[in-house]
């Protein structure tokens, strides 16, 4: 009885307390994985504020990810997130892409130019606690392809 109750509660909280999506503050960089024809896996660093007053945790998900040209592929998060409340946190995102089939020629292309647009669309898994929900997620952002160059020396 007493656990249905704090679940109820905590339901009740969750629910009545506006929830806020957390704002991306800064890139921190990217450092490259393995990388074949079909996987690119990789670890995005980027400083993230989330408002809340309680933790987030973003949950594995899966996105579709494309340009003007068409799609490149499904991208994974790997590993769960962790977001503190009300603090600016520095996450490292171990991510990859499963590659559509034909898509190096394409990707050898944008390394010639000097800025993609990438678009992220589906829906990614958070919450706190034990409560979940799907949010979805319609992301684009301006990219120089020279900064993903895993032979690139610092």
């Not at 806020?20 to 890139?27: A, D, H, I």
């Not at 990810?65 to 996450?91: C, F, N, P, Q, V």
Request: aromatic share 8%; charged share 25%; with cysteine.
């Amino acid at each position: 009885m007493k656990k249905n109750i704090l679940f109820i509660l905590v339901l009740g909280l969750s629910s009545a307390c506006g929830f806020q999506q957390p704002t991306f503050k800064s890139y921190e960089g990217v450092e490259m994985g393995k990388m074949d024809a079909s996987k690119v896996a990789f670890t995005i660093k980027a400083k993230i504020y989330n408002p809340n007053w309680y933790a987030l945790k973003v949950k594995p998900s899966s996105l579709e990810i494309s340009t003007s040209d068409g799609k490149l592929g499904k991208l994974h998060l790997d590993e769960k997130i962790k977001m503190k409340g009300r603090k600016e946190t520095l996450i490292a995102a171990p991510m990859h892409v499963d590659l559509e089939k034909g898509i190096l020629m394409k990707m050898m292309a944008f390394s010639l130019k000097d800025s993609v647009k990438l678009n992220l669309k589906g829906d990614v898994r958070g919450g706190i606690f034990f409560l979940t929900k799907k949010i979805p997620m319609d992301f684009s952002r301006s990219i120089s392809p020279k900064d993903l160059n895993p032979f690139k020396r610092n």
